[in-house]
C-alpha cells in the first residue's frame, strides 16, 4: 500500500551544521504530492514545505527538498542548523486528488546541539 | 488568514466514557477534514476522512461505531470517541483543507485525550 518512509528516528547535530532528513515514499499513483511539516514541542504541525514537481527545488524559511520520482524521495535538508529548528519533522504524501488524504511518516526528530 | 480551530485542547475521561471533540474552520471552506490519532511515541494515524456531501471514509481499524464524525457544513467537524479505554489516548488532530490533493492541510491544535 501507499507508505511514507523515515529512516532516522532521531538526529542530533550542532548548530551550525548541515540538516538531512530523508524521505522516501511507496505510492502506485504517478502523480503524488509530498508535504513536510513541522511539530514544535506542545504545538499542532505546521506545513513547512510542499511538491508535487518532479526534479524541482522547492524552499522555505532556510529548508529545501526537491521531489524525485525516479527515487521516490524528498529529503529535507538545510545548510545551517539553528538551535530554534529542533522539532519534529514529517514528511506526508497526498494520494488521493477527489477527497484529500495524507499518509505520514513516523517522524524525524531533529535535535540541534549549541 | 486561514485556522482551525480545535477544542477542547485537554480532557480527562473515566475508562467507559465518551467523549466528543470539535473542529471549527476560519477563513476558508473545509470541504475536507482529516481526523487524526497520536498515539505515544507514535506518528498520526489517519481515523477517517470527511468530505462534505459524500460518504465518511474510515481507515482500517477506525469504525464509526467507535469514532462517529459529523461535518455538516464547511466550518464544522466533530468526532466523538465512544467508550475510551487506555488505548484510546493520545492527541486526536483534525485537518481541514479546501479539498484537493495539493493543498496543505490547516491543524487544530489537538485534543489531548487521557484515560483513566
Known amino acids: 500500500g501507499d507508505s511514507v518512509t523515515q529512516t532516522e528516528g532521531l538526529v542530533t547535530l550542532t548548530e551550525g551544521l548541515p540538516v538531512m532528513l530523508n524521505c522516501t515514499y511507496q505510492?502506485?499513483?504517478?502523480?503524488?504530492?509530498l508535504f513536510w511539516y513541522v511539530q514544535h514541542l506542545n504545538e499542532s504541525p505546521r506545513l513547512l514545505l510542499k511538491?508535487?514537481?518532479?526534479?524541482k527545488r522547492t524552499e522555505h524559511q532556510g529548508f529545501h527538498a526537491t521531489l524525485h520520482k525516479s527515487s521516490s524521495s524528498f529529503h529535507l535538508q538545510k545548510s545551517s542548523a539553528q538551535l530554534s529548528d529542533s522539532a519534529l519533522y514529517y514528511c506526508?504524501?497526498?494520494?488521493?486528488?477527489?477527497?484529500?488524504?495524507?499518509?505520514f511518516g513516523k517522524g524525524t526528530h531533529l535535535h540541534v546541539l549549541p | 488568514g486561514a485556522l482551525v480551530y480545535q477544542y477542547p485542547r485537554r480532557t480527562i475521561c473515566k475508562s467507559g466514557t465518551s467523549m466528543r471533540m470539535e473542529c471549527q474552520a476560519v477563513?476558508?471552506?473545509?470541504?475536507?477534514v482529516a481526523w487524526y490519532r497520536q498515539s505515544p511515541q507514535k506518528t498520526f494515524e489517519l481515523i477517517a476522512l470527511?468530505?462534505?456531501?459524500?460518504?465518511?471514509?474510515?481507515e482500517q481499524n477506525f469504525t464509526q461505531e467507535k469514532f462517529p464524525i459529523s461535518h455538516p457544513n464547511l466550518s464544522f467537524s466533530s468526532m466523538t470517541v465512544l467508550n475510551a479505554y487506555l488505548e484510546d489516548r493520545g492527541l486526536y488532530l483534525c485537518?481541514?483543507?479546501?479539498?484537493?490533493?495539493?493543498?496543505?492541510?490547516?491543524f487544530g491544535h489537538g485534543t489531548k485525550l487521557s484515560v483513566l
Open positions: 470527511s468530505t462534505v456531501n459524500s460518504a465518511i471514509k474510515y
Open positions: 505510492t502506485i499513483y504517478s502523480n503524488p504530492f
Open positions: 506526508a504524501l497526498s494520494i488521493d486528488t477527489n477527497a484529500y488524504k495524507v499518509i
Open positions: 485537518g481541514a483543507s479546501m479539498g484537493q490533493s495539493n493543498e496543505r492541510l490547516f
Open positions: 511538491s508535487f514537481t518532479d526534479n
Open positions: 477563513g476558508f471552506q473545509a470541504t475536507s
